[in-house]
């Protein structure tokens, strides 16, 4: 009986110390801390978040020839200067673990972890891969429509003069008519004229149009297209006059850590004017925050450790320290209103907890990066 409960144990005091770390010590050491034994690092994980903003940009371009809009055509209401304004369509969030900087450790293997290649097999089933992110597709690319932007390309024109010259053919003094061609410059009223009068023309040929002056009869559909793109010329060419409003989409991709210290953590800020940045703008009504929430508190844990500890007879672990990762509602926060952008697992609001040593069974792969 007596040899059965002494082999059981024996396995079982091997058992524990082929899973079992000898002391584990948080990074940096002391100076008096000795380590005899092989060891590893590791480190625990914090949680990070890919912020993806989608900005939506509204500019209202002045047209080339809006000076000349109210002269030539008795337009009032038309863009006299260029401006934009920026405001948020969207935001996401993507959460993904990083390795945490502060939080560092160094595990010192037992004689029968080395004797049994604990090193080995940890780094095999250990070797985590790099994390990847991808940003959001760029669409910022120049959206002016063509015709409003080349249209002014053209501003040479040619000009012909016509001429006599005094030639002497034979003996005898003969006026002789000739031609120059000129190359000028067309000036900015000319080319606004030029447009008008476009303008003009595509109004009377679809007025031709809609009232059946034309000698052959128009099909329906004929008839439609016709005037669309009549339609469609001439509200190209009043542009140049009106000026044009665009609006374009701007991605904006970046990483943001929580932390356990700010109950608002700053996330950018987004000026109507200006645009976008990752810097708090100074007045508050261009800034977006997050709002962490978490739904698990720690303060009991934290309690219960401060009071064991003040007890002569504690005995501080030596053994892995871990942290889990704490639910967490996460809302964007701008001008006092909040929108629910999820619940996200973080790991810097969860409790930091030191356990024995010689535990047996415990991963500490699947609690922390190992190095």
Known sequence: MYRKLF???????????????????KLPVTGGTVIINPTFFYTLPKTAFKVDVIITKTSNKKGLYADYAEKMLGITNYCKENTSFYELKNITLTPFTV????????????????????????????????YSLSALEQNNIDILPDFFKN????????THETYTETKIIDGVVTQVPAT???????????????????????????????????ETPLTQEAFGYLVNQLNELEKKYLELFTGITL?????????????????????????PDDGFSTSMSKTDANNYYLKCTPQFSTVLQADFAEAISGDPKYKKNMGYSIRKAIPTVITLVHKNTESL?????????????TLPANLDNLEIGKWGYIF
């Open 180 to 214: 120059q061609t000129k190359v000028t410059t067309k000036s900015l009223a000319q080319q606004a004229q030029e447009a008008a009068d476009w303008i003009e023309k595509i109004r009377n040929d679809r007025y031709a149009i809609i009232s059946f002056v034309q």
């Open 341 to 353: 952008l999820g619940i996200f697992p973080i790991y810097q609001f969860g409790w930091l907890e």
């Open 151 to 158: 249209y002014a390309d053209v501003i040479m024109q040619q």
């Open 7 to 25: 082999i059981v144990f024996f396995t079982l005091s091997i058992f524990l110390n082929v899973f079992s770390q000898k002391a584990v010590y």
């Open 99 to 130: 390795p945490d900087e502060t939080l560092k450790y160094v595990a010192e293997l037992s004689s029968v972890q080395i004797k049994n290649g604990f090193l080995n097999t940890l780094y095999t089933n250990n070797s985590r891969g790099g």
């Open 247 to 271: 609006v374009e989409d701007i991605h904006e991709t970046f990483i943001i850590y929580p932390d356990n210290e700010r109950t608002l953590l700053p996330v950018c800020s987004i000026a």
